[in-house]
């Protein structure tokens, strides 16, 4: 197999920064939110800021070809203390909160739902606007909320290891039956619960909305477009593995915000899993229904499940509602409309895998990403996030099965990393939450920790 090539490798969110100030200033230009958000504005740049963002690393690489197409990754993963895309978007966000303290003197508490990855890259990024000294441990803090099976996921880190800094940014963990319903949970705070705190001059800022992701995600537009501009003659193709495709959605905004008049349109790929495929559903059926998903029979010799009328879905997997990684659990996503219409315009298409088809290709996507320099285990069930694996399989399989046409494909390496790559939060880290009631007690002691007295001030 021919080794790699990397074609690119720069400090992302620095090298566009002007370019993701614009795309701010468009987007807080139509927002329409009655919620607090810090602004669109981000710090001047310096070297506090130039630390801050280090950790934004793109790479651009040429993988061995496969079938005839040319495959290129665009590695997401550079930030060795989350080893995810979620790294760009959230330093954005972090940043947006830093200007606002600068220039306001408030303090802000970030809220985030997360199924793991998300929440881990924005207690990364507070963590490290306090150490490069852009604001202090009281001025921003963050809590985190996750689905109590997402705990193997979240990492621990600096926030985690001091006592005050724990305090102060605590995690909180949801108990109840479905996981996206930690997103209800928090939006339900929002509504009967924050405007307290807010009263007392303490901000909360709920970051779910789309644009605060689509915005840190423009940057792989300005990378792809300097580095490997797409060729009219050769459509790309763009290939994701996807909950809600807010990393797509922001790489197509960067194209827009570009206004490049003879670059083809991005056609766009989407991979999922079982447990969660409604994104691939919608695209091919317009709704997302069980009874549009293939039949699977159980193949008595082996115990595993087949199908042979749905290319789109698994040939084969071990469940048919196979829940492959936690981190994909967004059930009828908003994002589906926009995505379907771009992809309907544009071209592109999707795919769900399964477990059992990611293993069977494991090898030969580890000899692929190990030339690349992409660290991948020697065994699938070694991966705690799959989502590489799943993008790569999805694309693989995508080309045996006719349904990837294109002669370049473009995957987006969203995230990868093992067991051996972190440390798991401890459980008694954590807090756990079933109503808006217990998280307002988790965000009330997060802002009160060690005598806070300008809160005790204004509350008196």
């Given at each position: 197999?021919?080794?790699?090539?990397?074609?690119?490798?720069?400090?992302?969110?620095?090298r566009?920064?002007?370019?993701?100030?614009?795309?701010?200033?468009?987007v807080?230009?139509?927002?329409?939110?009655?919620?607090?958000?810090?602004?669109?504005?981000?710090?001047?740049?310096?070297?506090?800021m130039a630390e801050?963002?280090?950790?934004?690393?793109?790479?651009?690489?040429?993988?061995?070809p496969?079938?005839?197409?040319?495959?290129?990754?665009?590695?997401l993963?550079?930030?060795?203390?989350?080893?995810?895309?979620?790294?760009?978007?959230?330093?954005?966000?972090?940043?947006?909160?830093?200007?606002?303290?600068?220039?306001?003197?408030?303090?802000?508490?970030?809220?985030t739902?997360?199924?793991?990855?998300k929440?881990?890259?924005?207690?990364?990024?507070?963590?490290?606007?306090i150490?490069?000294?852009?604001?202090?441990?009281?001025?921003?803090?963050?809590?985190?909320?996750?689905?109590?099976?997402?705990l193997?996921?979240l990492?621990?880190?600096?926030?985690?290891?001091d006592?005050d800094?724990?305090?102060?940014?605590?995690?909180?963990?949801y108990?109840?039956?479905?996981?996206?319903?930690?997103?209800?949970?928090?939006?339900?705070?929002?509504?009967?619960?924050?405007?307290?705190?807010?009263r007392?001059?303490?901000?909360?800022?709920?970051?779910?909305a789309?644009?605060?992701?689509?915005?840190?995600?423009?940057?792989?537009?300005?990378?792809?477009?300097?580095?490997?501009?797409?060729?009219?003659?050769?459509?790309?193709i763009?290939?994701?593995?996807?909950?809600?495709?807010?990393?797509?959605?922001?790489h197509s905004?960067g194209?827009?915000?570009?206004?490049?008049?003879?670059?083809?349109?991005?056609r766009?790929?989407?991979?999922?899993?079982?447990?969660?495929?409604?994104?691939?559903?919608?695209?091919?059926?317009?709704?997302?229904?069980?009874?549009?998903?293939?039949?699977?029979?159980?193949?008595?010799?082996?115990?595993?499940?087949?199908?042979?009328?749905?290319?789109?879905?698994?040939l084969?997997?071990?469940?048919?509602?196979e829940?492959?990684?936690?981190?994909?659990?967004?059930?009828?996503?908003?994002?589906?409309?926009?995505?379907?219409g771009?992809?309907?315009?544009q071209?592109?298409?999707?795919?769900?895998?399964?477990?059992?088809?990611?293993?069977?290709?494991?090898?030969?996507?580890?000899?692929?990403?190990?030339?690349?320099?992409?660290?991948?285990?020697?065994?699938?069930?070694?991966l705690?996030?799959?989502?590489?694996?799943?993008?790569?399989?999805g694309?693989l399989?995508?080309?045996?099965?006719?349904?990837?046409?294109?002669?370049?494909?473009?995957?987006?390496?969203?995230?990868?990393?093992?067991?051996g790559?972190?440390?798991?939060?401890?459980?008694?880290?954590?807090?756990?939450?079933?109503?808006?009631?217990?998280?307002?007690?988790v965000?009330?002691?997060?802002?009160?920790?060690?005598?806070?007295?300008?809160?005790?001030?204004?509350?008196?």
């Amino acid at each position: 197999m021919p080794e790699a090539v990397q074609l690119a490798s720069e400090i992302a969110l620095a090298r566009y920064y002007q370019d993701i100030q614009c795309a701010l200033r468009l987007v807080g230009a139509r927002d329409g939110s009655a919620q607090f958000n810090p602004g669109f504005t981000l710090p001047a740049m310096d070297a506090r800021m130039a630390e801050f963002l280090a950790p934004s690393r793109m790479r651009l690489v040429e993988l061995a070809p496969y079938r005839g197409r040319r495959l290129l990754l665009l590695d997401l993963m550079g930030n060795p203390r989350t080893r995810t895309t979620k790294t760009f978007a959230s330093l954005v966000i972090v940043a947006r909160a830093v200007r606002f303290i600068q220039d306001t003197g408030e303090s802000v508490v970030i809220l985030t739902p997360t199924s793991a990855n998300k929440g881990t890259a924005l207690r990364d990024a507070v963590l490290r606007a306090i150490t490069c000294g852009l604001v202090t441990p009281e001025q921003l803090r963050i809590v985190t909320v996750a689905p109590a099976g997402s705990l193997p996921k979240l990492w621990s880190g600096g926030l985690d290891e001091d006592p005050d800094l724990a305090a102060r940014n605590p995690v909180a963990l949801y108990h109840g039956r479905d996981p996206s319903g930690v997103k209800e949970l928090v939006r339900w705070y929002m509504e009967t619960e924050a405007p307290e705190l807010e009263r007392a001059g303490v901000r909360v800022w709920h970051t779910m909305a789309l644009d605060n992701y689509r915005v840190g995600d423009v940057a792989r537009a300005f990378f792809e477009n300097e580095f490997s501009p797409p060729d009219p003659a050769l459509p790309r193709i763009h290939a994701h593995a996807v909950s809600s495709a807010f990393g797509l959605l922001g790489h197509s905004y960067g194209r827009e915000l570009a206004a490049l008049p003879d670059s083809p349109p991005s056609r766009y790929f989407l991979v999922q899993h079982l447990n969660t495929p409604d994104m691939v559903l919608s695209l091919y059926t317009g709704d997302v229904r069980d009874e549009d998903r293939p039949r699977y029979a159980r193949d008595p010799a082996t115990g595993l499940f087949r199908q042979a009328d749905n290319e789109h879905f698994p040939l084969v997997t071990a469940d048919p509602y196979e829940r492959l990684d936690s981190t994909f659990y967004t059930r009828r996503p908003a994002t589906s409309a926009e995505m379907n219409g771009l992809i309907r315009r544009q071209g592109g298409g999707g795919i769900v895998v399964s477990g059992h088809e990611c293993a069977q290709r494991h090898a030969e996507i580890r000899d692929r990403l190990l030339s690349a320099g992409v660290r991948f285990p020697h065994r699938f069930d070694d991966l705690r996030e799959r989502s590489l694996s799943m993008a790569m399989t999805g694309v693989l399989n995508g080309i045996d099965r006719g349904v990837i046409g294109e002669p370049e494909v473009l995957v987006h390496g969203s995230g990868s990393y093992s067991g051996g790559d972190y440390r798991p939060l401890p459980a008694g880290r954590t807090t756990r939450v079933s109503t808006a009631d217990d998280l307002a007690g988790v965000l009330l002691g997060a802002v009160t920790y060690a005598g806070d007295r300008s809160f005790a001030a204004r509350t008196s």
